[in-house]
Nanobody, 126 residues
Framework: QLQLAESGGGLVQPGGSLRLSCVVS????????IAWFRQAPGKVREGVSCISARDDVTDYARSVNGRFTISRDNAKNTVTLQMNSLKLEDTGVYSC???????????????????WGQGTQVTVSS
């Protein structure tokens, strides 16, 4: 059974850092593109970052570019989102998602991803 499990969320002050992990099971991570999405209360879900199955090509939302870094370790079935210089507006529930896509590109459209984790809460507050 294909599953994704996020961890690493929490409460952090503005300017701080968090490291989110997405551990996958039930499928070979190497054949899937993975993306992170977030949703704040009352707001539309937003694509944050993604990484392709081939060549580890990445993409980022403008709002996080230069502050967040996505990476994958297929041997450990894990995709990581390193979040630095966090801002109040980064608050939300962060979810990872997967799609079987053997290309050297990825997209930040939620409807492209059929498999989702439950999410982990990130709260940036002073």
């Amino acid at each position: 059974q294909l599953q994704l499990a996020e961890s690493g969320g929490g409460l952090v002050q503005p300017g701080g850092s968090l490291r989110l992990s997405c551990v996958v099971s039930g499928f070979p991570l190497s054949k899937y593109a993975i993306a992170w999405f977030r949703q704040a209360p009352g707001k539309v879900r937003e694509g944050v970052s993604c990484i392709s199955a081939r060549d580890d090509v990445t993409d980022y939302a403008r709002s996080v570019n230069g502050r967040f870094t996505i990476s994958r370790d297929n041997a450990k079935n894990t995709v990581t989102l390193q979040m630095n210089s966090l801002k109040l507006e980064d608050t939300g529930v962060y979810s990872c998602a997967a799609v079987p896509r053997l290309f050297n590109s990825c997209v930040l459209r939620g409807r492209e991803y059929p498999y989702w984790g439950q999410g982990t809460q990130v709260t940036v507050s002073s």
